[in-house]
């Protein structure tokens, strides 16, 4: 639920940043999907995140840089910032399945609703490092 509220703020951001434009876009986002047992979902999980971290977006960051669009530049580091959490949180909980335990939790899963920042703990970091919100905006799972 946090991380798919995470990707909700990207697609916040993104919007926000697209909604005027009047033209058209193609997008390819590149994420493998299928059916399978949970283990193999955790994989391609891992495989979207990891292709949006190391290809995606460190592409859409230079061509909003080129051409001069900061706004867009912002989204993008926002969400690339978070997809690299994702990433090491599905490798987490993916090692947990493949020996048949559920990965522990310590505290909640704390979410930046501005950024989509994503932080395990007891409490959420005074600000967000990543959009430096305050702790006050972070919402708990």
Not at 121 to 135: D, L
Request: aromatic content about 10%; hydrophobic content about 35%; charged content about 25%.
């Amino acid at each position: 639920k946090a991380i798919a509220f995470a990707e909700q703020v990207h697609a916040r951001n993104h919007y926000n940043v697209l909604r005027g434009y009047n033209t058209d876009e193609t997008v390819a986002a590149g994420t493998p999907i299928g059916p399978g047992s949970t283990s193999k979902n955790l994989e391609l999980a891992i495989r979207g995140e990891e292709f949006e971290v190391n290809e995606m977006y460190p592409v859409y960051l230079e061509v909003a840089r080129y051409q001069g669009v900061s706004e867009a530049e912002k989204s993008f580091r926002f969400a690339l910032e978070a997809e690299k959490i994702h990433a090491k949180l599905y490798r987490e909980a993916k090692e947990y399945v493949d020996q048949g335990k559920d990965m522990p939790i310590k505290g909640k899963v704390w979410i930046c609703p501005v950024c989509g920042h994503t932080y395990i703990g007891e409490e959420p970091p005074e600000r967000c490092p990543v959009c430096g919100a305050p702790r006050s905006m972070y919402r708990g799972f």
